[in-house]
């Protein structure tokens, strides 16, 4: 794996190191010990699909809170994602700034998100399909997010009018 750090601290945009022949390619796509080496959370706790039907579609800025924040290393499958991070750590250089990279099933990217970043994407194409690998497991309890517009952050969306889920339209505003 190759790891290029986004510029967010913390943040990493990671690409497949492949092994190619006339059959194709082999590559990894997680090792907690290279996770470890960049000090990166190495303990897989859970795995989650997400199919999204529509281009334009939205989903985000999701979060766990305190004590269950939640790191995640997140791949496109099929089609094509805009997949975009904000740094909520009060303490972090890089606090309220965001970052975002295209993901798709073409280019095989991940980016691994830390703990304390809100994470969204937006689909870029038809019938996309994303895959999270969580390093903490889902607490409903501590589910959290921001809105997808807070104009604390200013993300450029490519799409502008996104089909959104009602619970993610009603996140607030950031406070922090």
């Known amino acids: 794996m190759i790891f290029a750090p986004a510029p967010l601290v913390?943040?990493?945009?990671?690409?497949?190191?492949?092994?190619?022949?006339?059959?194709?390619?082999?590559?990894?796509?997680?090792?907690?010990?290279?996770?470890?080496?960049?000090?990166?959370?190495?303990?897989?706790?859970?795995?989650?699909?997400?199919?999204?039907?529509?281009?334009?579609?939205?989903?985000?800025?999701?979060?766990q809170?305190?004590?269950?924040?939640?790191?995640?290393?997140v791949r496109c499958t099929q089609g094509a994602i805009w997949d975009v991070v904000v740094d909520l750590r009060a303490s972090s250089p890089t606090f309220k700034r965001w970052h975002a990279v295209e993901l798709s099933a073409a280019n095989r990217r991940a980016v691994y998100v830390p703990e304390g970043m809100a994470h969204?994407?937006?689909?870029?194409?038809?019938?996309?399909?994303?895959?999270?690998?969580?390093?903490?497991?889902?607490?409903?309890?501590?589910?959290?997010?921001?809105?997808?517009?807070?104009?604390?952050?200013?993300?450029d969306w490519p799409i502008a009018q996104p089909f959104m889920s009602e619970r993610d339209q009603a996140f607030p505003l950031f406070t922090g």
């Open 10 to 63: 913390g943040a990493y945009v990671i690409e497949l190191e492949r092994l190619e022949d006339e059959r194709g390619f082999f590559a990894r796509s997680f090792c907690q010990d290279e996770f470890a080496a960049h000090g990166l959370n190495p303990r897989l706790a859970q795995c989650n699909v997400s199919f999204n039907r529509r281009r334009g579609t939205l989903r985000g800025m999701h979060f």
């Open 65 to 73: 809170g305190a004590p269950h924040e939640e790191a995640k290393l």
């Open 120 to 155: 969204g994407f937006q689909t870029l194409t038809e019938d996309s399909e994303v895959l999270y690998l969580m390093f903490t497991s889902f607490r409903p309890e501590a589910a959290r997010g921001v809105r997808w517009d807070d104009p604390a952050f200013g993300i």
